[in-house]
């Protein structure tokens, strides 16, 4: 889900695209390495606290470190081969994410009903809040280089990759929030409340990865 900011960037034609190729694995392996951190401090941190919103949070985490890997992949074929990855398996790999993220919506709107109807929240994460905050001027940047480079490459695969970045800020938004909320008030409804408000993100990206629409 990329708004209107990372939409505007612009291309940038005088650079050859073996530099594009380079610039874009290269933004793909820093995604590898801030997404196996955040997965394991999130996933962690959530099943500690029993913060639904925090765990859904890093399993999102460990779905783009796949979506990381399989572009990295399709990357230095191209670096290697100097032949672009055939779209058939971008296409593939994308739905396969897809179904992962509807999976992860479905276990989220299950054990939020579950949470609300017994009664019983999460209790604040400090780990789960920091990772969360990191997140977002990090995804912010990933998310923009991305896009650009994308629009430079004319890869659908790399804008697909830009909007789960997108996406991520966007999550990392409602943890914070969520968390704050949490911190401050001390309700036990606070936590699958805002894990309702990550499955709206979670179920607008696996649509988009399902169908192709966040690379066209």
């Known amino acids: 889900m990329a708004d209107a900011s990372l939409a505007s960037v612009p291309a940038n034609h005088d650079v050859d695209r073996p530099t594009l190729v380079r610039t874009a694995f290269r933004l793909e392996m820093l995604t ?10 999130a996933i962690g941190a959530g099943i500690v606290a029993g913060s639904l919103t925090v765990t859904a949070f890093g399993v999102d985490s460990v779905i783009e470190l796949g979506s990381a890997v399989v572009l990295i992949w399709r990357l230095s074929v191209e670096l290697r081969d100097g032949r672009a990855f055939p779209e ?13 993220l509807f999976a992860l919506a479905a276990y989220i709107f299950v054990a939020a009903g579950w949470r609300l109807w017994s009664r019983a929240g999460g209790e604040f994460s400090l780990p789960g809040l920091i990772v969360a905050a990191l997140a977002i001027p990090v995804m912010y ?7 650009a480079v994308a629009q430079q490459l004319g890869s659908r695969a790399m804008r697909a990759d830009a909007a789960e970045s997108a996406a991520c800020l966007w999550l990392s938004l409602v943890v914070v929030v969520g968390q704050g909320a949490e911190l401050a008030i001390g309700a036990w409804w606070v936590d699958p409340v805002a894990s309702l408000g990550v499955l709206w993100f979670i179920l607008h990206e696996a649509r988009e990865a399902w169908s192709g629409e966040a690379c066209c």
Do not use: D, P, T
């Open 141 to 147: 940047l990933l998310a923009r280089r991305k896009l």
């Open 32 to 41: 590898l390495a801030w997404m196996a951190i955040e997965a394991m401090v």
């Open 88 to 100: 058939a398996i971008e296409h593939r790999a994308s739905r396969v994410a897809g179904v992962l």
